[in-house]
């Protein structure tokens, strides 16, 4: 059984900073929601007033339609697994995991019952009268969600538990999450900061800035169709002109750049006039000169980086001291070779492309 | 040893060994030595020492339980303080435990840093204070016309004065407060190592705060807490001002006792052998608590 998370209106303010602005927002029942952006955008704060240890200044917090308004953590249908995954380093493996059990006045025998089955769920059955300190980290990954779904909850509350472990660990362990989380049903929050793991296993993102929520949809429209400039620069790399929407029809806009008119599809309602960012993935740009003319830039290399599966090429910035622009260009054996300082023409589809009005991007 | 040498080379290694060397053998096991030969001697006039009637005996040891009688339950006198002293020492350890463990915790936990730091800093500027001085402090609240009884009676707790110097009462009192350091700060540092998150995790999990403390506090902070058992009951049982000042004719510690036998008795062989038995009851004691607690020395020397 699970349950759905209403937000309704919640801020929290610790003396004049707001870490969490008027944020509204309702997470499905057996939804994998992911909260994705930099540290300090509040999305812990968010986490740890679902879970009940901070109380919002103003808004109210439904689980399944029910107020949790004066509820403390250790009453709410929710079980949290923390970044540094807060086992009890005094206890065998199965005491962890019965710990909610045993709290709850659950006989001996039955806990050791439960534990021993949850052991089988997350595969580690001999691992029962283990230390905790004799257990690799995705062990004790493991061991931390079976902790929390010991207690039966109906949320199940992630704060980056992944990012203490190396990187084919966590590739491994977003599957595996992801698979729990099919297999039990239960509604899902997930905080990161790491777009890769908000994006691969989530049904759908949140990104945060500031406090507020920028931006909330699927995996994909997420990173194809971003709402903000933030959004756009957080999550993924993007090239940015900057410049003045000149014409818009049918959807696609010409933008004034430094570099001379683009035309990109635009977000939104922007009349003429209006201050842009015309945004395009290094993924979409393509070598040489476009067929539809005006959205060609022709830039000296800066430098090229070897990658393997793809090259990166970075052109010198259309303005001084601004971001290089990248391109991405997938390794079909048929990249040719780049001498740094030569001026290379690139362009873009404007279909691929997007305006959005001027705003706060992310930083570097 | 090999480590101290690589880095600073020979002469400054045999002066740094020696140094520590020179004092422990000098201060510490030389006049142990001397007290502990003194001990197996039977108590002569200085000219007879060394003559016929000199010879080692475990008299004076044998002394403490000469006269125990269980059948008929009669102990002499310097036996009852004996057993006195170790209960009064334990009520006190307990005592000091019961008290600090949750302002420690507050302390370490609770309390946001400024006000932790006030907190630590109001609990030792009492003790800039001479321990004499403080002891008497306690001599004057708990006097039977002081003004503990006073604002008991004025706000109607009590119905007639009580006598606080005369039992054991005054005892307990004085010395938790005089040692309540030495148990305070190792609690302090141990409850501090304790990562918040496990706190918060046992309660997410639906433990009360009794259960938090019971199962997750309790047994992190356990070497802080044999460190501060091991330091109070140690410096209790060994203590000689407040008992003098606090104590009753009949709440007399088995210091006390020592001292009479040094130098009212003048049985210096007597004293010394008492004194090696308090020695060895603490010894006992510290190797108690480190087995309850199953804590090693290295736990401790944390």
Known sequence: MSRDVKLDRVTMRFGDF??????????????????????????????????????????????????????????????????????????????????????????????????????????????????????????????????ALAVEPQVMLLDEPLSALDLKLRQHMRTELRAIQRRTGLTFIYITHDQGEALTMSDRVGVMSRG???????????????????????????????????????????????TGPLRARVAGDLAPGASVLLFVRPERMRLGAGADGPNTVTRPVSHVDFEGNFVNVALEPIVEGGRPMLVQLSNDGRIPAFDRGAAVAVSFDPAHARILAAGEMAKE | MSDLLRRYGWPITLFMIGTAAIWLVVMVVLPALVMVEYSFHPNLPVTKRGGPEDYYTIANYAALFRGVDLATWTFPNDFKVFVRTIWGASLVTLVSLVVCYPIAWHVAKVAPPRRAALMILLLIIPFWINEILRTFAWYIILAYQGPLNAVLLGVGILEKPVRWLSGSGGVIIGMTYAFLLFMMFPLINAIETLDTNQVEAARDLGAPTWQIHRRIVIPHAKPGIAVGCI??????????????????????????????????GQDWPRGSAYAFILLTLCVGFIMLVMRVFRVGLADIAK
């Open chain 1, 18 to 147: 707001t870490a969490v602005d008027d944020v509204s927002l309702d997470i499905r029942a057996g939804e994998f929601f992911s909260f994705l952006g930099p540290s300090g955008c509040g999305k812990t704060t968010i986490l740890r007033m679902i879970s009940g240890f901070m109380e919002p200044s103003a808004g109210r917090i439904l689980i399944g339609g029910e107020n949790m308004a004066g509820i403390g953590p250790n009453r709410r249908p929710t079980a949290l697994i923390f970044q540094n995954l807060a086992l009890f380093p005094m206890m065998t493996v199965a005491d962890n995991i019965a710990f909610g059990l045993e709290m709850r006045g659950v006989d001996r025998s039955v806990r050791r019952k439960r534990a021993m089955e949850l052991l089988e769920l997350i595969a580690l059955p001999d691992s029962a009268d283990k230390r905790i300190e004799q257990l690799s980290g995705g062990q004790k990954q493991r061991v931390a969600i079976a902790r």
């Open chain 1, 212 to 258: 507020r929520i920028d931006q909330v949809g699927l995996s994909h429209a997420i990173y194809d169709e971003p709402a903000t400039p933030f959004v756009a620069t957080f999550v993924g790399e993007n090239n940015v002109f900057a410049g003045r929407l000149a014409a818009v029809s049918g959807g696609v806009g010409t933008v004034e750049t430094p």
């Open chain 2, 231 to 264: 330091m109070v009951f140690v410096l209790a049982a060994s203590s000689y001002i407040v008992p003098a000042l606090l104590g009753s004719p009949g709440t007399r510690w088995f210091t006390e006792t020592i001292y009479v036998w040094f130098f009212e």
